[in-house]
């Protein structure tokens, strides 16, 4: 089932994801949307395995350039507050994703960026279009009033962990209001009951559903709870939420942005390396888009050229052996490149001219790198050729993974789905014995087990 939120957990049919995809296109013509939306809701619930009282404002706001559909949801287990951002589906996301130019954003960023760099004077820079949509979200969420209760919760987390550390004796001052069972509410207060009703109040329509009012009465209900904020996302989502956890990191210290598959065209050196104090990135194999940027194109694109000066075969004699297989296996490969210094004179003063023409555009680019921590899950193949692919995980730094450039293979964009990032899930964690079924993973008890996993294997 796809859900905008999680765009696909599971590796859906090709027959069954075409015929989702036609009928999202047609849903504008025959007035669908808000039946759609409606099941994407049901469908979030089932993939979280979450109540409908835990998911608590939906947007399906989406413009170029502009908003992301993005979700605000309430996680039990770990007391969380998460805010989800949509990647990449619509032609509207496209638009966005090709707003790529980097552009300066000293005076977008909060002060206490300014401050946390080492170099006062530097600029720093972020992709345009990634930018004007974490903006685009920021206001929205103000004009609802969605952001004033989110800070709120939050800051009652940090004033009841000061309390909690100030007094620790049994009966001390605050020590009921922070034992407050889920159960018990502030006089007056009754708890908001969400059923299937509820739910299709309004004719179906979710805007009858999802009010900032009802926002308010679930939050002050957890107001005993010390509630942590976390912001996620995948691909463009991913990015978004990361400039978003820029603006929301000094009201909410405790915040952590998870960036699954970000892009790797994002923000400069200098912005990646303070975006680790609140940022984990995770990069699937040979994922295209976490190593995108217009300095990788421009080196992929140069070394296109030198093989084609060096290439002694006719293309067609090529590009016959890769469709046909004949490359590969026990076959000795025809010699197809020749040395550098067999490049015939007319070829070798066309390729000058190029790479002198090039040269003189390729600083006009800063070097953009993806967010934070960056956590690699890396395929291995055990045994024979069809044998399933196992995954591990390390640590890596951010340059080392753009100078690496963009792999051509036919795993750059398969394993930038978020299926894939599930398998791989899946695969690395059946390492340790850990389960992704049946919420096991979301339970507290497992919690502790992942992390210490992740430490022991991210080295």
Known sequence: MRTWAFPICRRPPTCAANITLFRKCMSKVFRLQDSYRQRNCEAILEVTGSDASDLLFVSYANTSGGALPYLVMRHRPSNSLVISIRGTVSMEDLITDLLSQPVDVSDWLPPWVQEAQSHKDECMYAHAGVVSAATAILLDMEEKGLLKELLAAAKRRALLSRMSTRYSGEGAPGSQTMDRSDDSLPPGEQRAEVSDTAWRAGGGKLEAF???????????????????????????????????????????????????????????????????????????????????????????????????????????????????????????????????????????????????????????????????????????KRGRKKTPVQWDAVWINAADLMGEGLHISPAMMLHHRLYNLTEAFESFFAMYDISLEGGAARTPATKPRIRRVLGKCCV
Not at 295 to 321: H, Y
Not at 351 to 372: A, I, K, N
Request: charged fraction near 20%; charge should be positive.
């Open 210 to 380: 999802f009010t900032i009012d009802r926002v308010r009465t679930l939050l002050r209900q957890e107001s005993g709870r010390t509630m942590k904020l976390a912001v996620t996302g995948h691909s463009l989502g991913a990015a978004v939420a990361c400039m978003l956890s820029f603006q929301l990191h000094q009201e909410c210290p405790d915040l952590h942005c998870w960036a699954f598959c970000p892009p790797g065209g994002l923000m400069s050196w200098n912005l990646s390396v303070i975006s680790r104090r609140f940022c984990t990135s995770l990069v699937v194999g040979k994922d295209a888009i976490s190593r995108l940027s217009f300095n990788t194109v421009k080196r992929m694109v140069d070394e296109m050229v030198v093989c084609l000066a060096r290439c002694r075969r006719p293309k067609l004699v090529v590009l016959s052996d890769l469709i046909l297989r004949r490359r590969g296996g026990n076959r000795i490969p025809p010699l197809t490149l020749c040395d550098m210094d067999e490049i015939p004179e007319d070829t070798l003063a066309i390729l000058e001219r190029y790479f002198r023409t090039s040269l003189s555009q390729g600083d006009s680019q800063p070097e953009m790198y993806p967010p934070g921590s960056v956590m690699f899950l890396r395929p291995f």
